[in-house]
């Protein structure tokens, strides 16, 4: 595979007999995704700052300054912690990125919204910090997992409608890697032709009763940080029509677990999907 190149080819001092550390040394990672997967490559020495909303690893809050929210950031305290590198995510970091690029800061800026995406992500991230052989090795075990799972839901009676809601007021659907994870489960994404767009306001469902009209057989919740409530779902108007509250199938997954681009929604989230998945294939059978 071609190794792409560090934030920067300056090599720190030796670490240990003979061994050089080659690429960035103080990262600043704006989002948790980025934080999750440097600590599963045990690269979590080169961090010098989080997201706030970080929650895995939890001991990342625990060793880590919290620098910045999703659409803000301590500009100052970032250029104070001397960053050789920032990782973002997505273009509504763009005001951040442009912040810290006039100060002089190498950015580096990630843009998946699909599973290949994500998995694009990993490649890069890993080879940056010198450890592309070990992301392989774990790309490979993430991949042959959902290749378990896919397999598991060929084998399904038939295959579930799936309401995700990213959001309740207004309601918002599932963003692409959501709705792909969906798919590899063995669900069929109620509003996958909403899926493709990237932005969230692109997805809200101007016509809720529009979610009542398409059936869903499971709701699925995982409303950004702010606790689901499937009784309120229940209650919405003509809900009671939906085979999903008929059945008692509304079901939360945390956003930490699905809703963040990496490697928690490869392996944590898309596994609770197939929980769900299956367990309601059982009663159909």
Request: glycine fraction near 10%.
């Given at each position: 595979?071609?190794?792409?190149?560090?934030?920067?080819?300056?090599?720190?001092?030796?670490?240990?007999?003979?061994?050089?550390?080659w690429g960035p040394q103080r990262i600043v990672c704006l989002t948790e995704e980025t934080t999750e997967w440097l600590y599963l490559l045990g690269e979590q020495a080169r961090i010098v700052g989080i997201s706030g909303y970080t929650v895995r690893p939890r001991v990342a809050r625990q060793e880590k300054p919290r620098v910045s929210a999703?659409?803000?950031?301590?500009?100052?305290?970032?250029l104070a912690l001397e960053p050789d590198c920032v990782f973002g995510f997505s273009d509504l970091q763009a005001d951040i990125a442009a912040a810290l690029i006039r100060a002089g800061?190498?950015?580096?800026?990630?843009?998946?919204?699909?599973?290949?995406?994500?998995?694009?992500?990993?490649?890069?991230?890993a080879a940056m910090v010198g450890q592309a052989e070990q992301g392989l090795t774990r790309i490979a075990a993430m991949?042959?997992?959902l290749q378990a799972i896919s397999d598991a839901a060929a084998r399904l009676p038939r295959r579930p409608r799936v309401y995700f809601e990213e959001w309740d007021e207004p309601p918002?659907?599932?963003?692409?890697?959501?709705?792909?994870?969906?798919?590899?489960?063995?669900?069929?994404?109620?509003?996958?032709?909403?899926a493709q767009r990237p932005l969230g306001k692109d997805r809200i469902i101007a016509d809720p009763t529009e979610i009542i009209h398409r059936q869903p057989d499971i709701?699925?919740?995982?409303?950004?940080?702010?606790?689901f409530r499937p009784?309120?779902?229940?209650?919405?108007?003509?809900?009671?029509?939906?085979?999903?509250?008929r059945e008692g199938q509304l079901f939360e997954i945390k956003s930490a677990d699905i809703l963040q681009p990496g490697p928690a929604a490869?392996?944590?989230?898309?596994?609770?999907?197939?929980?769900?998945?299956?367990?309601?294939?059982?009663?159909?059978?």
């Open positions: 595979m071609t190794v792409m190149p560090a934030c920067t080819e300056t090599p720190a001092a030796p670490i240990g007999a003979g061994t050089v550390r999703f659409l803000s950031a301590k500009i100052d305290t970032i800061v190498q950015v580096t800026v990630f843009n998946q919204r699909s599973v290949d995406a994500i998995f694009s992500m990993l490649v890069q991230v991949r042959a997992g918002i659907s599932a963003i692409r890697w959501v709705s792909e994870l969906v798919g590899i489960a063995g669900g069929d994404d109620c509003f996958a032709e909403l709701v699925i919740g995982s409303w950004c940080g702010k606790k009784e309120r779902v229940a209650a919405r108007p003509g809900w009671q029509a939906v085979p999903a509250v490869l392996t944590d989230g898309v596994a609770q999907l197939a929980r769900i998945i299956q367990a309601w294939g059982e009663r159909h059978g």
